[in-house]
């Protein structure tokens, strides 16, 4: 029996001896599987393609360095990183009951207003912008040419399938904002164009909110059917962006409050918040982040931000009137109209704020972005 057992002890004790040699011969970085070449089969250089050493979700990912390397490119042009959520995701949580998680059957403007967002994010991504022709200003905002600048994929899925229709697009003709608006909305009565839907965009946000942690799934009965909901998960993120445009909403100084703009880091900050109020505002959600004020400080909510979208709906930012110097059917700015000079302080301190972020007084991507919120305003809830 002891020879048995020391013969026993002697396996586990080789077993163990042989699991900690193959620890210790592992390298901290897992190199991928060589890539043979088509030209002489030679593998390609460990260095071009090889795994991080973070963990996500229990096991290494794989990562090409010439990536990083153009991330880091681009978040040193455009003056900050990525923010965590897209614009429509931000505008969709808004929109969602916390825990019944769907959005109101009775909203007609969020699914026009979502395919805005696309335009936004992608605007202030760099990857379109207008097409830069002193002729464009002889148009009206809306109806100025549109290109793509750089079709390098965003990593979301939604933001590079239409980046790729309107590449397409763009080999044979150029297209509008309020045209791309309308397309990706499936609004058209061109057959030829019925193509460029982008289909199914707040089931497809609410799953990529899913897998970023932010909801959950669930199925609801309603009568006759089951329906995927998709309630909050994680409150404080909703928290954190209902605080940001209620801040931005109700401040009452020329400085932008820290606690109106994302996080540290992030790339145009203040055009950011801009957007997210105004089309928030066009998408009827805007309700949402306004439970926690009483009746008259709603209301002043709701005027500032018809403020702001006044100011950032003409090129440029603020001017009051449209570049061919005719004023604007609202017939004056709305800054002049407000109850007191707090909200005339607070909305030009925002339009010089942006201002600071636009690469130069001819910024076209910004100029976008203040053609996609004039489309948006036109919806007719804001008629």
Not at 112 to 141: F, M, Q, T
Not at 283 to 303: K, P
């Amino acid at each position: 029996m002891s020879s048995a057992a020391g013969l026993s002890r002697r396996r586990v004790a080789q077993t163990t001896t042989n699991d900690d040699d193959d620890d210790n011969r592992r390298p901290t970085s897992l190199s991928a599987s060589p890539v043979h070449s088509p030209h002489n089969g030679s593998a390609t250089p460990p260095t071009a393609l090889h795994a991080g050493s973070a963990f996500e979700g229990g096991s290494k990912i794989a990562y090409d360095p010439r990536d990083l390397a153009q991330e880091a490119s681009d978040e040193a042009r455009l003056g900050g990183k990525m923010p965590k959520l897209t614009l429509m995701e931000e505008v969709l949580l808004l929109g969602l009951k916390d825990k019944q998680g769907y959005l109101s059957f009775w909203n007609d403007n969020i699914s026009y207003a979502l395919r805005g967002c696309i335009l936004i994010e992608l605007a202030l991504r760099r990857r379109i912008a207008l097409v830069k022709d002193p002729n464009r200003r002889r148009l009206l905002l809306p109806e100025r040419l549109v290109e793509v600048i750089n079709d390098r994929q965003t990593g979301e899925t939604i933001l590079d399938e239409a980046l790729k229709l309107m590449r397409m697009q763009q080999a044979t003709e150029k297209l509008s904002v309020n045209s791309w608006v309308d397309l990706l909305s499936g609004e058209t009565w061109n057959v030829m164009k019925i193509g460029f839907q982008l289909k199914q965009v707040r089931e497809r946000l609410a799953k990529g909110l899913v897998d970023k942690g932010v909801l959950r799934t669930e199925k609801r009965n309603f009568l006759l059917f089951d329906m995927a909901t998709h309630p909050v998960a994680d409150v404080r993120t909703k928290e954190s962006i209902i605080s940001r445009v209620v801040s931005l909403l109700t401040s009452t100084t020329s400085a932008v409050p820290p606690s109106a703009l994302d996080i540290d880091g992030v790339q145009c900050r203040t055009a950011r918040a801009i957007c997210l109020a105004c089309t928030a505002y066009t998408a009827s959600v805007l309700d949402n982040a306004f439970g926690r004020l009483d009746y008259e400080a709603r209301e002043l909510a709701f005027q500032r931000c018809d403020e702001i979208l006044a100011e950032f709906m003409v090129w440029p930012f603020g001017s009051g009137s449209t570049d061919t110097g005719t004023p604007r059917k609202r017939s004056q700015s709305r800054i002049a109209m407000g109850s007191d000079g707090s909200g005339r302080e607070s909305v030009l301190g925002l339009v010089s704020e942006v201002k600071r972020e636009m690469v130069s007084d001819e910024d076209v991507g910004f100029e976008l972005v203040a053609g996609v919120l004039e489309v948006l305003s036109k919806l007719d809830s804001l008629l």
